[in-house]
């Protein structure tokens, strides 16, 4: 590894935001080991893309194992494999949409901080970085699945500081409004007005990059343009 090369696991990383950071990362010369529910051929990112549903416990695990077996244990490891809902009121949202938005939230990012964590506790270092939002600080009508699950992240990450020895932060992250698939889905009409992930990602690396075990319990936000 070289000098200042950090390992880095990332879940959601196929597209969006998780895409746009990995590439970020690689290109200050990271090492990015990525994940996503349906993978795709990586060779053109630069990064390594699993085929990994996080939703599913055994196959986090699996791949986890793997990862470390090769010696990957993450120095900053950052979940944000996500799902969103289209917007209605709680009572017309589908049993299924409902399940995948905490299944794939709340549970994978449980099921993520299972499979890693022990080997980072184990060696005693380590940043753990769960992607929240603004409306896992807030609320919003029609939306109140995908707050629910945001907010149960706030609960689940600030819990997760509290168990972490010295030399460990546990930090929840705001990415701000960045122009997504999963945006598009929420407000069609006003996407174009918010900058691409790509340009996003610059920003957004530099902030994580700065991170220490200081901000252990943190609710942070991406700065603005």
């Not at 590894?1 to 390992?7: D, L, S």
């Not at 753990?128 to 109140?144: E, K, N, T």
């Not at 600030?158 to 460990?168: D, K, Y």
Request: hydrophobic share 40%; aromatic share 6%; charged share 20%.
């Amino acid at each position: 590894m070289q000098v200042g090369q950090k390992t880095i696991v990332l879940t959601g990383a196929s597209r969006g935001l998780g895409r746009a950071l990995a590439r970020e990362l690689v290109r200050l010369g990271h090492l990015v080991e990525a994940c996503s529910r349906s993978g795709r051929d990586s060779s053109e990112l630069g990064f390594a893309l699993q085929e990994v549903d996080v939703s599913d416990a055994a196959q986090v695990t699996r791949w986890a194992r793997a990862l470390i077996d090769r010696g990957r244990v993450p120095d900053i490891l950052i979940c944000n494999a996500a799902a969103i809902h289209k917007p209605a009121p709680i009572w017309r949202v589908s049993g299924s949409d409902f399940h995948s938005v905490i299944a794939t939230n709340v549970l994978g990012t449980g099921y993520t901080l299972q499979a890693f964590l022990p080997s980072m506790v184990g060696r005693g270092t380590g940043l753990i970085i769960v992607v929240s939002s603004g409306w896992g600080r807030s609320a919003a009508a029609d939306m109140a699945p995908y707050c629910a699950s945001k907010w149960a992240l706030e609960g689940l990450t600030l819990s997760l500081a509290h168990e972490l020895p010295q030399g460990m932060a546990a930090v929840t992250l705001n990415p701000g409004i960045v122009k997504t698939d999963m945006l598009k889905k929420c407000w069609p009409d006003r996407t174009e007005e918010y900058e691409s992930p790509d340009i996003w990602a610059g920003r957004a690396v530099d902030f994580i990059l700065r991170l220490s075990h200081s901000d252990n319990g943190r609710q942070l936000n991406i700065p603005g343009p």
